[in-house]
């Protein structure tokens, strides 16, 4: 039998304190013979409608905890999978809200395909995201909607409320979404190449394989993080045993591992729309002729920026403030972490969930009203309407039958 001491490198580094010995080989053991550290089982969820690259989730409430509060729907970018709301247990800011009773639901795109290549991005912003939305209010008794959007997902949370000022929207969360990408130093030296050359040479191969590929986006989500990427082998080795540094990281490999591909039209427009010609620097956008303005937002309004986010950094998020001169209320907070860490890292338990939770609360129709409870005029509150049979999709990644097991 193999000794716990014998699973560790052959010279622990000096640094490492002797008490700390047996914890680093227990985590050591528990990889080797398990696998890894992190505990991914993805929080139960049912699948409540779907559409062309739509697929509505709601997420099961947590036994003895009533429901209370207005309900959450949380938006994905492309090209990211949903496990950046539901990164594992233990820091999943899906089994946060749960845990508080909050009506959670998530809309995810499911995989592009090919067939996909000419979706824009106004088919997120006139379709996906309204349905979802509206489909969220009827699911939860007609309650307005607290929208919690991440990255790219935030810039189509933002255009759909312009866009339609008459979706159930309660309130506006935004984290990590780049408004002036001419703040972003990353992209910075890109631009004047990519004027030049009028994307002809990406936009062209864009075109040809009918969308950005996973390895090119995968790549482009890993280069923003070279540094921890060649400092990762030390990090590990210095916290051998830091069981929940080494299952985070653990946690964010197999996230960034499943980041899917770009449509093709899609990603053209973000290519010359926002990264060429920074179009919504001004606060508008045009969407098939018809000019979306930021500022026709009403609606109350927080904006998160990463502290040490290499995507969207804090100062190409904050203009946000300026262009929502409409909203009720806007708020801009900079907290821990990096383009994911802000969302879904350690710190984000302590910073960003807290702020999230106080936001909603406040903003909530009728602040501490348990889900189903009727307040004053009985009118007020419409009950769920009943969804027709949800059909096979063959492009979800999760199975019809797996989600209506979750029913029971």
Known sequence: MVSLPALLPAKLPSFIPAPAIASAAGNVAHKVLYGGLADIRPMPRTLIDEGVLREVYRYRPAKDVPQQGDPILLVMPLAA????????????????????????????????????????????????????????????????????????????????????????????????????????????????????????IIGGAVRILGGAPKPLVRWAFQVTAAQKMVTKPMAQLTHLADTDFLAQLEAVDRFTKGIIAYPGRTFGQLYHRFLARNELSDGTFDVEGREVRLADITVPVIVFGGATDGIAPSASVRPLVDLLSSAAEVRFHEVPGGHLGMLTGRAARTTSWPLLDAWMRRHDAVPGQVLGEVVGDASAARPAQKKPAIGANPTRRFSSQSSRDLRR
Do not use: K, M
């Not at 489909?135 to 939860?140: C, I, K």
């Not at 008794?141 to 607290?146: C, L, S, Y």
């Not at 997902?153 to 506006?172: N, R, V, W």
């Open 81 to 200: 999978p949903s496990s950046c709301y539901d990164l594992r247990r233990g820091c999943s800011l899906v089994e946060h809200l749960v845990a508080e009773g909050r009506p959670t639901y998530l809309v995810e795109y499911g995989e592009v395909s090919f067939a996909n290549r000419s979706l824009g991005v106004e088919h997120w912003v006139e379709e996906v995201l309204p349905a979802a939305i509206r489909v969220v209010s009827e699911d939860a008794g007609g309650r307005p909607v607290h929208v919690v959007a991440w990255s790219l997902g935030g810039i189509f949370a933002l255009l759909s409320a312009a866009a339609h000022p008459e979706l159930p929207i309660a309130t506006l969360g935004i984290f990590g979404s780049p408004v002036d990408v001419s703040q972003v130093p990353l992209i910075a030296p890109l631009r004047p190449i990519v004027q030049f050359t009028d994307g002809r």
